[in-house]
């Protein structure tokens, strides 16, 4: 069966300083992976996805993700924080080989102070 | 409209009573896609349409909730005979192509609170 876990519940950065969000999967087949991001009132945005191609995935935001097979990760990365990326962000895998829907994590919330 | 865009935006139910939650996504997506977000938690999948043909149905939790999309366009989400576990965000998404071949798009949600 399809999963992820968020590794973190919470991840306090201070401005300027690397953000670091890890996410590991479990897939029976090659997995599609994404990671999304929700801001308070605001619908869900996708920030990179990941779909067998290259294993460095680069998003919106200067965000940027590895697909590390041997080690089941697919952890998201920015090298400087911003106030702005304060949020809710969930790593996410496809539920099923046809695509047809996504498993969600339970999310990590960002806190990024000045 | 620019979105996809749900409606009601807040709900407030009593316990027993029938709810319809619309969904307008995206003019032309194929795609239409039903999540259900508690408190605290991650999106939890409950259906997916193709157009107007529901393919995916295996998320929803019992036979009270039920979901259409007649036209291939608007969907609406109905919930019967409300219970206060069903108090969420329905989350609604869409995309161009099947599945999440294409990025999926989703609404602001709508707010359930069941008292």
């Known amino acids: 069966a399809q999963s992820v876990t968020q590794l973190d519940s919470h991840v306090s950065v201070s401005e300027g300083t690397p953000v670091l969000l890890r996410c590991n999967y479990s897939s029976s087949y090659s997995p599609s992976l994404f990671w999304y991001v929700q801001h308070p009132n605001k619908g869900l945005q996708l920030l990179l996805k990941y779909t067998s191609a290259a294993t460095l995935v680069k998003g919106i935001n200067g965000f940027e993700a590895e697909f590390k097979k041997s080690e089941t990760s697919f952890h998201l990365t920015k090298p400087s924080a911003h106030m702005s990326d304060a949020a809710e962000y969930f790593c996410?895998?496809?539920?099923?080989?046809?695509?047809?829907?996504?498993?969600f994590g339970k999310g990590t919330t960002l806190s990024v102070s000045s | 409209g620019a979105g996809v865009s749900q409606s009601p935006r807040y709900k407030v139910a009593k316990r027993g009573q029938d709810v319809a939650l619309r969904c307008d996504p995206i003019?032309?997506?194929?795609?239409l896609f039903w999540y259900q977000q508690a408190l605290g938690q991650g999106p939890e999948f409950l259906t997916y349409f193709q157009n107007e043909a529901q393919l995916d149905k295996s998320g929803l939790p019992s036979d009270r909730f039920f979901a259409e999309r007649p036209e291939g366009s608007v969907s609406t989400l109905k919930i019967q005979r409300t219970q206060q576990e069903d108090s969420a965000v329905y989350l609604c998404?869409?995309?161009?192509?099947?599945?999440?071949?294409?990025?999926?798009?989703f609404g602001q949600g709508t707010r359930l609170t069941v008292v």
């Open positions: 996410v895998v496809t539920h099923n080989q046809a695509g047809t829907a996504l498993i």
């Open positions: 003019s032309g997506h194929v795609s």
């Open positions: 998404a869409s995309s161009l192509a099947r599945g999440w071949n294409t990025e999926a798009f």
